[in-house]
């Protein structure tokens, strides 16, 4: 009930409601058996170097040298020229490939949790110094009712309690809940594409950045991202949007709206440990992404996320 | 039903502006009076000699400020040399420094072959200020033999043929810039390149009329009826291939009935209402599309015909600056959450404004008179040449 009154904006301070405690993923154990199997599968189990060929003759070993030697020239030389996409792909692929010292950041956020108290949104303007007006991360509250009709606005960062909107009648209403909005940290992420000079590359762990030496401003960026996550900073002249706390999480902080959600609706984590809550999660619970038919596959994930959030 | 009232909250703030329309409106005027110089030297439509040189140096002036708007609309104009040095091999905008130079580069270098002996032969005969400009233009080669202009007639055919793919390119690469957008369904098709380019030719076509007809009056010279008339149906034939393009974008887009069509029917009819549904396609299209026929029916007064090629002309100048304005600041005129419009602010001051766009407009017509007093863009007898 507090649930669906916070909702509705009547003015009720979720507060610390927290006690996210159980996720609801529950049995995680078949996790680690499926990635033996899938693991076992990729590498071709045991046995699966079974012809190993000995270097018996100066050809075979003249081939392998050969063979090391452009492997060697296209993982090192080749990535120097194209650096921030090279960096970006092996990121990408990372979860994929299983490198073991290849860091993979995470982030799920669980609609089925946000009550819209907007601290999230008042802990990001605070930490990341967003100008007003613009928005690196925000919570849309999707109301439908029982006319057929829907209603999408934005939480206020003050959340409702703090704000002057009116109260919906929750008799109107049929359904109602949150979508928290951040970057969504696309593995072929188009601003990274479209991006003329190299400013928008992707770091190591596979988080878009953006260099604010070689921002030229065209803002080609803002107009490819298909999620409208990123925006020219009136103060930097700069393209500017969430980076998931770059900054903190390369300390092994949380991001800052993660830190400060008090229901534990934003999940943010190592997709290349398996034992961290977000790629447990991943394992065991359905999620999906937004516009998904774009092809950029995101690495946010949603949990509950209804069809017309997009 | 869905309340079309959401936009996400970095939205409002629209990021191409004016400035960004006329790049395109600019190049594509860049890239149609090419195609008309390159009929004469290509393709020896002789009936187009009149305004062969004119165009040419027409593609030159525009050409010479097409990188002003950028210039303009960059948010850090002093790094917009790292398109050219440190270009992204995945971004199409990168492709800018390659094109935009090798096209100047070669308009620069035909233009110098065309007006060669003219040149030379100014650079002998005048003395004082005038001489040495003429001596600095002539880079050093004071003589043109026969063997010489030979060269250079060949070597000008060939920067004609590599000129007409690499004006295709130039303009086309900016339509590509807008249908590969995926993010944006008023942007992304296929066809985007080849609608930029047919309306280039339009464009190009349409300023050239304007041009000489305007030359013409200011000189009192009555302009070559037969070269008008052939550019009046040239310009015709490339307005029917234009429009039918857009229309048939927009008719694709309509019957298909995609996911955002509902965000991009309220776009045209009430967004873009005038800019789009009476401007672009009443008045830009349709008008011309009628009195162009009969502007070149052989039975026509020349006075008619001048008045009726003239007035149609302008109308398609209008049409493609608005399709121009319709692609890029009607794709931003909604939201990416697709439930909502925001609205872009035209201002008259600043470094974007309505102020610095018309003058950015007027610096190549400055251009173009500053060149017509330099080089003969037309004979002593009064015809453009």
């Known amino acids: 009930m507090t649930f669906e009154l916070n909702i509705l904006g009547n003015h009720t301070n979720c507060g610390d409601s927290g006690g996210c405690g159980d996720s609801g993923c529950g049995g995680s154990s078949c996790g680690s058996s499926l990635e033996g199997e899938l693991l076992s599968s990729l590498v071709g189990g045991e046995g699966g170097c079974s012809e190993g060929p000995d270097v018996s003759s100066r050809r075979q070993f003249l081939k392998k040298a050969s063979t090391i030697a452009f492997g060697t020239f296209t993982l090192t030389v080749l990535p120097m020229s194209v650096a921030p996409q090279s960096a970006g792909e092996s990121a990408a692929g990372g979860a994929l490939s299983g490198a073991k010292d ?24 605070v930490e990341n110094d967003v100008p007003e ?11 439908h009712y029982k ?8 939480v206020p960062e003050t959340g409702y309690a703090g704000s002057d909107l009116p109260a919906i009648d929750p008799e109107l209403v049929d359904r109602a809940y949150f979508a928290p909005k951040l970057c969504n940290q696309c593995a072929d992420a188009p601003c990274n594409q479209v991006c003329p000079v190299h400013a928008s590359f992707t770091s190591p762990e596979g988080v878009e950045l953006i260099d604010p030496e070689r921002c030229i401003g065209c803002a080609y960026c803002v107009q490819a991202c298909p ?14 949007k969430c980076t998931w706390c770059y900054h903190r999480i390369t300390k092994n902080e949380q991001p800052a709206c993660v830190e400060a959600c008090p229901v534990g609706a934003r999940v943010f984590g190592r997709l290349d440990d398996p034992e961290s809550e977000v790629s447990k999660r991943l394992a065991t619970i359905p999620t999906s992404v937004l516009k998904e038919h774009l092809g950029t596959h995101p690495k946010l994930h949603y949990v509950g996320l209804s069809g017309e959030v997009i | 039903m869905s309340d079309p009232s959401f936009v996400f909250p970095n939205d409002p703030h629209v990021p191409w502006s004016i400035m960004i329309v006329l790049y395109p409106y600019i190049t594509g005027l860049v890239a149609g009076a090419f195609v008309v110089s390159a009929l004469y030297h290509v393709f020896h439509q002789e009936v187009l000699k009149p305004v062969a040189r004119l165009a040419l140096v027409t593609a030159l002036c525009f050409c010479t400020f097409a990188t002003l708007p950028l210039l303009l609309h960059l948010h850090h104009p002093e790094r917009a040399f790292n398109i050219m040095i440190t270009p992204s091999a995945t971004s199409a905008m990168s492709g800018f420094g390659i094109i935009y130079n090798f096209y100047m580069l070669l308009l620069i270098v035909e233009v110098w072959l065309v007006f060669r002996p003219e040149i030379v032969e100014r650079a002998n005969s005048k003395t004082g200020f005038q001489g040495r400009i003429y001596k600095l233009l002539a880079l ?4 043109v033999t026969a063997t010489s202009h030979a060269a250079d007639e060949w070597l000008i055919r060939v920067l004609a043929i590599v000129g007409i793919p690499a004006a295709c390119v ?6 590509f810039l807008f249908g590969g957008v995926k993010a944006n369904p008023w942007w992304s098709t296929a066809l985007m390149p080849i609608i930029f380019l047919a309306s280039a030719i339009v464009s190009g076509i349409a300023a050239l009329i304007v041009l000489y007809l305007f030359i013409s009056w200011r000189r009192r010279t009555p302009p070559d009826l037969a070269c008008l008339r052939a550019m009046s149906h040239y310009l015709w034939i490339s307005l029917v291939i234009a429009v039918s393009l857009e229309m048939l974008e927009m008719l694709h887009m309509a019957y298909e009935s995609g996911a955002e069509w509902h965000v991009l029917s309220t776009l045209i009819t009430e967004h ?7 401007i672009q396609v009443l008045i830009g ?3 011309p599309f009628l009195i162009l026929p009969m502007a070149i029916r052989p039975s026509r007064s020349p006075r008619s015909m001048m008045w009726m090629s003239g007035f149609a002309s302008i109308l398609i100048l209008v049409q493609v600056f608005a399709m121009r304005w319709n692609v890029v600041v009607g794709g931003q005129l909604f939201s990416k959450s697709f439930r909502g419009f925001v609205e872009y602010p035209v201002h008259f001051g600043g470094r974007e404004g309505l102020f610095a766009a018309a003058v950015i407009m007027l610096l190549p017509l400055l251009g173009l008179w500053i060149a017509s007093k330099l080089l003969p863009l037309w004979d002593a007898d009064g015809a453009v040449s």
């Open chain 1, 133 to 143: 007006g613009y928005a690196r991360t925000w919570v849309e509250r999707f109301v």
């Open chain 2, 170 to 175: 130039l303009h086309g690469y900016v339509g």
């Open chain 1, 102 to 125: 290849e860091v993979l950041y995470g982030f799920l956020v669980d609609t089925n949790k946000c009550v819209g108290t907007g601290k999230c949104l008042s802990a990001c303007r």
């Open chain 2, 272 to 278: 873009l209402a005038v800019s789009y549904g009476l």
């Open chain 2, 285 to 287: 299209s349709l008008v």
């Open chain 1, 147 to 154: 006319d057929g009709t829907l209603q999408v606005d934005l």
């Open chain 2, 140 to 143: 050093g080669n004071r003589e």
């Open chain 1, 227 to 240: 999620y409208g996550v990123r925006f020219i900073n009136p103060e930097t002249s700069n393209a500017d």
